[in-house]
């Protein structure tokens, strides 16, 4: 075989190999970008659960955090039950979010995409805890306690409440508002929804952080009218994420974008 003969076979091979890994590439950016809208309403959805949830745990849960004597009374359980059940629920929403999104903006920043998704992991535990602690004051109410007086059972009572209370704090609002910034970073570097959606996040997860904080110096009251004020930016956020990715999805552009950089990326380690 000549010199010419053998740089020709080379050319050939090297081109077969290269529309190898052309077609193996291809649709690998197909099937990133197929999902992304299924993806948009899945993430959405979990974010409207996590709000209804919420709210209706916290008035359902009404009568066992307002009043002392309810573990020694006649209780409406079942309302209280059917609030941790809400709360159940709430906490498997909340690792929705961080789940069904983790794929999209890993892209992005997969450190950051990490954080977010242990948060919101962490923020879910903590919320159950808070559950365990109600439930176990129905319980107490049910069974009583054969020779315990009433004073020690409020007493016990109150201390569970209070358990639920500084979940509450810590989880719904200092670890709510550590990754609500993560998340509405990535959004907002990565384009996936109008700017100002994450904009929204960026400044309303540091003043929940804030106001938790205030809180858990004894600054403000934990269900007073400031805490709730400095939340209607991150409830904004969310709220308005959930139904933009719900009815519009993700940016085309930027999905394009990111699949377009992923399939070079492949091609470029393929080589």
Do not use: C
């Not at 808070?130 to 009433?150: E, K």
């Not at 569970?160 to 209370?165: E, F, I």
């Not at 400044?203 to 938790?212: D, E, R, T």
């Amino acid at each position: 075989m000549t010199t010419n003969e053998s740089m020709s076979s080379i050319k050939q091979t090297a081109v077969i190999e290269g529309d190898k890994h052309m077609h193996t590439t291809r649709p690998t950016a197909t099937i990133v970008g197929v999902p992304s809208r299924r993806i948009a309403i899945a993430a959405g959805v979990f974010y409207l659960v996590t709000h209804v949830t919420s709210v209706g745990a916290l008035i359902l849960y009404g009568p066992v955090l307002n009043s002392a004597g309810y573990i020694v009374g006649s209780g409406p359980d079942t309302r209280v039950l059917l609030g941790a059940f809400f709360e159940v629920i709430l906490a498997f929403a909340v690792v929705g979010t961080a789940v069904t999104l983790f794929p999209v903006v890993r892209r992005q920043n997969e450190g950051v995409a990490l954080g977010y998704v242990g948060l919101r992991t962490l923020e879910a535990a903590i919320i159950v805890i808070g559950v365990v602690s109600l439930l176990a004051v129905v319980t107490l109410r049910q069974a009583g306690i054969a020779g315990t007086d009433q004073a020690t059972l409020v007493t016990v009572g109150r201390a569970l409440v209070a358990v639920h209370n500084w979940t509450f704090l810590v989880g719904p609002s200092f670890t709510s508002g550590a990754n609500t910034v993560l998340m509405a970073y990535l959004m907002y570097r990565s384009g996936l929804v109008p700017r100002f959606i994450p904009v929204l996040g960026l400044v309303g997860g540091p003043l929940v952080f804030a106001s938790a904080t205030a809180v858990l110096f004894g600054l403000l009251g934990q269900y007073s009218v400031w805490p709730a004020i400095a939340s209607l930016p991150e409830f904004a956020w969310e709220l308005t994420l959930a139904f933009w990715l719900i009815a519009k999805g993700f940016n085309a552009s930027a999905t394009a974008s990111e699949s377009a950089k992923t399939e070079t990326n492949e091609l470029l380690s393929a080589v």
